[in-house]
């Protein structure tokens, strides 16, 4: 912690791209406490983000007493994002931080934000945008890991100190297959669905075409079983006809599997 607000100090005033994250709405919080008003949050509104993240995001800088600007990204203009390559996150940040670090400069804030030491463990290739604009990372910097910061948020009373990892919902589409609006929505309102029927913790809903591929914690295993038919239903609405239960339960980073067996 002293690291984080040594470094969050000497810039002098921060821009910090906000999702309303476990990551983010922690270093916001700090970020406040260190700088007071020279803070600014600001998160992207775009269909890989979903609606109720977005409102949750807003409720959390409104309690911080941030000032918080809402910004269209354009990455879906982008037919290379769309492609849905593995290449996906490097596109899609860079929209965002070419969008952020023109904010920043007329602020005259530096641009942060909230990766974490733990991520430097996963593909990330949203990584090379964040140098070419080159974005301060203060977590990573200060060897702030994932566990270190839900303790940390749990001593600040956060709000989110426990609240399940999330990603964009273009995460949830395998590598090749192309971004749509409407499979996003399908992957948005699936996951909602599961929430509606009790399902708590880590979830995701990986699109497969045709099947619903369910991630969940496997203490809701049974959970899944007792409402098969429920779920099946719900999910056949949304163009689903086949749901299946992955017997691994959630994991980061699993559509990176194929990555690694290619580089292999």
């Keep these: 912690m002293e690291q984080l607000c040594r470094r969050l100090k000497e810039t002098g005033g921060v821009l910090v791209a906000f999702s309303g994250g476990v990551d983010s709405t922690f270093l916001l919080k700090t970020a406040r406490e260190v700088l007071g008003e020279r803070v600014l949050a600001v998160t992207a509104v775009s269909a890989t983000y979903p609606d109720e993240e977005r409102r949750a995001a807003r409720r959390l800088a409104r309690s911080f007493g941030v000032e918080q600007l809402e910004v269209e990204t354009d990455e879906w203009n982008d037919p290379r994002f769309r492609a849905n390559s593995p290449s996906r996150c490097y596109h899609c940040k860079k929209h965002l931080f070419r969008r952020l670090s023109g904010l920043a400069a007329e602020r005259n804030l530096v641009l942060v934000d909230a990766t974490n030491y733990s991520d430097r463990l996963d593909y990330r290739p949203g990584d090379r945008a964040a140098r070419l604009y080159r974005v301060r990372r203060p977590l ?58 009790g399902f708590k913790g880590n979830l995701r809903l990986r699109h497969h075409g045709s099947v619903a591929r369910l991630e969940i914690d496997p203490e809701f295993f049974q959970r899944a079983l007792r409402f098969r038919r429920a779920i099946c239903r719900s999910l056949g609405r949304l163009g689903f006809p086949h749901v299946t239960l992955d017997l691994e339960g959630y994991r980061t980073g699993s559509l990176n599997r194929g990555l690694e067996r290619a580089k292999k």
């Design 140 to 197: 990573l910097e200060a060897g702030l890991t994932k566990a270190d910061i839900r303790l940390f948020s749990r001593r600040l009373k956060l709000a989110t100190a426990d609240k399940p990892a999330a990603a964009c919902l273009a995460s949830r589409i395998p590598y090749g297959i192309g971004l749509t609006r409407s499979r996003l929505r399908a992957v948005a309102e699936g996951e909602a669905c599961l929430r509606r029927l």
